[in-house]
């Protein structure tokens, strides 16, 4: 073994090391986007093994089935641009629970400008999700409220007695 594949080797192992140190989903893909490492924390979320992760069909077995799709278009449309991206979608947890995840693309470039790896990083975001939902609820059935009530408020008196009165008295 050559001195710098050996070097190749440990760098790629103190990379993952590094990867799985950190308390974060991430996957590195190839260029075109295909998985070719997913870090512990992904695996203990999924429930899946590496091998299961680095299949083709992993995206569906992980991604909310609404979302698949929407997915697979905007993620292909970010890696062909180049830059980084992100993108808003449910996954699929161990024990089935779905959950949203902030999910951040950023490619790695040779020393030519070529992407030579993509890393995707996933944050929970489930919480603020739900927040904004029911935000969004309240503020329409507030809204609804406000509606119903302005409807049922009776016109001001513009004629006939009560009305003659009413202007009289002010």
Same mark, same amino acid.
């Given at each position: 073994?050559?001195?710098?594949?050996?070097?190749?080797?440990?760098? =790629?192992? /103190?990379?993952?090391?590094?990867?799985?140190?950190?308390?974060?989903?991430?996957?590195?893909?190839?260029?075109?986007?295909?998985?070719?490492?997913?870090?512990?924390?992904?695996?203990?979320?999924?429930?899946?093994?590496?091998?299961?992760?680095?299949?083709?069909?992993?995206?569906?077995?992980?991604?909310?089935? /609404?979302?698949?799709?929407?997915?697979?278009?905007?993620?292909?449309?970010?890696?062909?641009?180049?830059?980084?991206?992100?993108? /808003?979608?449910?996954?699929?947890?161990?024990?089935?629970?779905?959950?949203?995840?902030?999910?951040?693309?950023?490619?790695?470039?040779? =020393?030519?400008?070529?992407?030579?790896?993509?890393?995707?990083?996933?944050?929970?975001?489930?919480?603020?999700?739900?927040? /904004?939902?029911?935000?969004?609820? =309240?503020?329409?059935?507030?809204?609804?409220?406000?509606?119903?009530?302005?409807?049922?408020?009776?016109?001001?008196?513009?004629?006939?007695?009560?009305?003659?009165?009413?202007?009289?008295?002010?």
């Amino acid at each position: 073994m050559s001195t710098l594949t050996a070097t190749a080797s440990l760098s =790629e192992q /103190e990379a993952r090391g590094i990867v799985d140190a950190i308390p974060q989903t991430i996957v590195v893909l190839s260029p075109d986007g295909a998985a070719l490492y997913a870090n512990r924390s992904v695996l203990a979320y999924t429930g899946l093994t590496i091998d299961e992760m680095m299949a083709a069909d992993f995206r569906t077995r992980v991604f909310h089935p /609404e979302d698949v799709a929407r997915l697979l278009d905007q993620r292909r449309d970010g890696l062909a641009r180049g830059v980084p991206f992100e993108l /808003e979608q449910r996954a699929r947890r161990h024990d089935g629970q779905y959950r949203w995840f902030l999910v951040q693309y950023n490619p790695v470039r040779d =020393e030519h400008g070529r992407t030579v790896r993509w890393y995707a990083t996933g944050t929970d975001i489930d919480d603020r999700k739900r927040t /904004e939902e029911r935000t969004r609820n =309240e503020n329409l059935a507030l809204r609804e409220d406000i509606d119903r009530a302005s409807m049922s408020v009776p016109a001001p008196f513009t004629s006939g007695p009560d009305a003659r009165a009413a202007r009289s008295s002010g």
